[in-house]
């Protein structure tokens, strides 16, 4: 009788040790899973920053180019002293216009070089002091006369959003969205088969048809974060 006391006691004191570890295991794992879990968290998390310098401008306008073209791509546009330069050479297809620091919101864009005498002679005029509407007038003119050529398929990719704030690592702008421009002037409906309003967000469409700026929309869905 007594060794079977003895041995009931045995049994509970290793029950509770087992017990005792498994509990100690568990909150051990479970505090190293909540202690990686913010450590992740916190990696995600950069603060962004605000475009305060030329090289600011430089590295996030070269997102609204292809990510193979955008070491050799030509950046223009204004500088932080307000001048407009020529930011970065390049000697491939494109040329990448700068955001301009004194305006609100963030807009860079990329065209190939073919749409180079096209978009100079927009800035002229601009500094001309012309309107929207006379630039639109002029170059349709121009266009029409020979003086100005738009060559057919040439791109334009937009890279815009509401905030101008970066990260420092990837350079992306936040909330910033690209869009494609496919120029085909003159072109319309009819001739491309494409509407004149997307049927859906991310579908392309066919905008100022019959015109010079007549031109291909295509708008991506958002990146999912």
């Given at each position: 009788?007594?060794?079977?006391?003895?041995?009931?006691?045995?049994?509970?004191?290793?029950?509770?040790?087992?017990?005792?570890?498994?509990?100690?295991?568990?909150?051990?794992?479970?505090?190293?899973?909540?202690?990686?879990?913010?450590?992740?968290?916190?990696?995600?998390?950069?603060?962004?920053?605000?475009?305060?310098?030329?090289?600011?401008?430089?590295?996030?306008?070269?997102?609204?180019?292809?990510?193979?073209?955008?070491?050799?791509s030509?950046?223009?546009?204004?500088?932080?002293?307000?001048?407009?330069?020529?930011?970065?050479?390049?000697?491939?297809?494109?040329?990448?216009?700068?955001?301009?620091?004194?305006?609100?919101?963030?807009?860079?864009?990329?065209?190939?070089?073919?749409?180079?005498?096209?978009?100079?002679?927009?800035?002229?005029?601009?500094a001309?002091?012309?309107?929207?509407?006379?630039?639109?007038?002029?170059?349709?003119?121009?266009?029409?006369?020979?003086?100005?050529?738009?060559?057919?398929?040439?791109?334009?990719?937009?890279?815009?959003?509401?905030?101008?704030?970066?990260?420092?690592?990837?350079?992306?702008?936040?909330?910033?969205?690209?869009?494609?421009?496919?120029?085909?002037?003159?072109?319309?409906?009819?001739?491309?088969?494409?509407?004149?309003a997307?049927?859906?967000?991310?579908?392309?469409?066919?905008?100022?048809?019959?015109?010079?700026?007549a031109h291909?929309?295509?708008?991506?869905?958002?990146?999912?974060k």
């Amino acid at each position: 009788m007594k060794h079977i006391i003895i041995a009931f006691i045995f049994t509970g004191i290793l029950m509770s040790c087992n017990s005792s570890d498994k509990k100690n295991t568990t909150t051990e794992n479970s505090s190293e899973m909540e202690t990686t879990e913010k450590r992740t968290s916190n990696d995600s998390i950069r603060e962004l920053k605000s475009i305060v310098t030329d090289a600011d401008l430089i590295a996030t306008a070269l997102l609204s180019a292809p990510e193979e073209s955008r070491s050799e791509s030509k950046v223009i546009g204004y500088n932080m002293k307000g001048e407009f330069v020529t930011l970065k050479e390049g000697n491939n297809e494109f040329i990448i216009l700068a955001d301009d620091p004194n305006k609100s919101g963030f807009s860079a864009a990329c065209y190939h070089k073919d749409l180079e005498p096209f978009m100079a002679r927009g800035r002229a005029l601009k500094a001309e002091g012309k309107t929207p509407q006379d630039i639109f007038e002029i170059r349709e003119e121009e266009m029409k006369s020979g003086a100005l050529k738009i060559t057919t398929g040439a791109t334009l990719h937009i890279y815009s959003g509401a905030k101008t704030a970066f990260d420092p690592e990837t350079f992306k702008v936040d909330g910033a969205k690209l869009r494609y421009v496919v120029y085909m002037p003159f072109a319309t409906s009819e001739s491309t088969g494409l509407p004149e309003a997307p049927a859906a967000s991310n579908h392309p469409w066919i905008m100022n048809p019959g015109t010079h700026r007549a031109h291909i929309m295509i708008s991506p869905l958002p990146e999912e974060k």
